[in-house]
């Protein structure tokens, strides 16, 4: 019998997948427990129109992340610190100041977690990269001045 998968189904495959499967295991498991719905010609027409409407939005999420590292490379977030002797911080810069602050000067939203850099534990310009998804990454500066 052949279905589609409204869920991942270990050993079967991924949500949206159209896959053949015993008579006895979809009657019996998939389809009460709306692990799946039978492959009718209505649903597997939503089935591809679903596919479709999620490509577009990846396309379109891809587009705006290239855009959005594009304006990236020429931004410089500046982060006033306080600091003791020697120009040492007190505490470091992490990624959720960085991540505040770029949202604060610039109105980029990007998650602390989509940012990777190393704790800033001292004055100066610093690079952060940046993960957007879909293997694209980019780059912006962070300049650590004195409060």
Known sequence: ???????????????????????????????????????????????????????????????????????LKDVVVKIPAKAGAGGKLFGSITTKEISDMLKKQYGYDIPKARLSAEPIKAFGTYEVKCKMGYEISGAFHVMVVEA
Do not use: C
């Open 1 to 71: 019998m052949k279905v589609i998968l409204q869920s991942d189904v270990k050993g079967q495959g991924k949500k949206g997948q159209l896959v053949d499967v015993s008579d006895g295991y979809a009657r019996n498991f998939l389809l009460p427990k709306k692990l799946a719905v039978a492959a009718t010609a209505d649903n597997i027409n939503t089935m591809q129109l679903q596919e479709k409407a999620r490509r577009a939005r990846e396309a379109a999420e891809r587009a705006e992340a290239l855009e959005l590292v594009g304006q």
